[in-house]
């Protein structure tokens, strides 16, 4: 059931990948809330992706940009604020990619020039983008901007590898830049530490299925689904979280605040 909690609102939405993928998700329920989105991802991404497929569903305009490129970058804004008639309200950063994990080294044996690729793409990224917007005034008062995160920034998953440091940057960033853009411009920043789910992404990590199964052990509620984080991102682009900023928002179905579950451990 939508609310037309978006209403006229304006938004841009980077990482929609494929059916899987959260953005994806987030892309069609801010749509059916009553927004307007442009939609952005990395020109490699798009050619194996299913991006078109979605834009055409959602009547949304296709924008191309490297997330780790400022000029790629100013060029989406200055797009987007003309495609969709006016300064934007609301921004999603689902930018993940390690080149270290994907070829499947250690992390006692990573390739460290790939190592900065990582958090360039995974992290820096959000500080460009959002200091782009803040450069350009491209936001309106009291807008919402989100970047989506896991757990592994604070406790250790051995097989999420350097993406771990990605995470705690880019929450570091949330935090930081949240104070400036709220200063500045009245605009809230967060980041949004999601259960595992099954993307096209996140399922490529070693031992995924395990993450999986045992956060949904771990959590009373179970992993929360990517429908249910799309539904998370609406309100917090709403106005009705327009106090909420500079948090890390764990959406895990309670896994972040468990100890022990005898779910978990199979004692009756």
């Not at 749509?31 to 991802?41: D, F, K, P, Y």
């Not at 008639?85 to 044996?109: A, C, P, Q, W």
């Not at 917090?236 to 779910?263: E, R």
């Amino acid at each position: 059931m939508a609310y037309n909690l978006l209403k006229g609102k304006r938004g841009i939405i980077f990482g929609a990948l494929d059916e899987q993928s959260i953005a994806w998700k987030v892309a069609e329920h801010c749509v059916a809330e009553g927004a307007s989105i442009a939609l952005t991802n990395a020109p490699v991404a798009m050619r194996f992706g299913k991006i078109q497929e979605l834009g055409e569903k959602l009547n949304a305009e296709i924008i191309p940009a490297d997330a780790t490129s400022t000029d790629d970058l100013n060029a989406l804004i200055e797009q987007s604020v003309e495609v969709l008639g006016g300064k934007i309200d609301f921004v999603l950063h689902s930018i993940g990619m390690s080149l270290n994990v994907r070829k499947k080294r250690e992390y006692t044996n990573l390739k460290h020039d790939w190592m900065l690729k990582t958090l360039d793409i995974s992290a820096v990224s959000f500080h460009k983008l959002m200091q782009c917007l803040m450069e350009k005034d491209a936001m309106n008062e009291w807008g919402s901007v989100l970047a989506l995160s896991y757990i592994a920034a604070q406790r250790v998953f051995p097989d999420y590898s350097e993406m771990a440091e990605a995470k705690a940057l880019l929450e570091s960033i949330g935090r930081s830049f949240g104070y400036h853009f709220g200063v500045k411009k009245k605009v809230r920043v967060n980041t949004i530490s999601q259960s595992p789910t099954w993307t096209t992404a996140g399922s490529g990590v070693k031992g995924f299925q395990q993450f999986f199964d045992y956060a949904d052990e771990m959590s009373p509620l179970g992993n929360a689904t990517a429908e249910e984080c799309a539904d998370y991102c609406v309100m917090l682009f709403s106005d009705l979280t327009k106090k909420v900023t500079m948090q890390n928002l764990f959406h895990d179905g309670g896994y972040s605040s468990m100890g022990i579950n005898p779910a978990a451990m199979k004692i009756d």
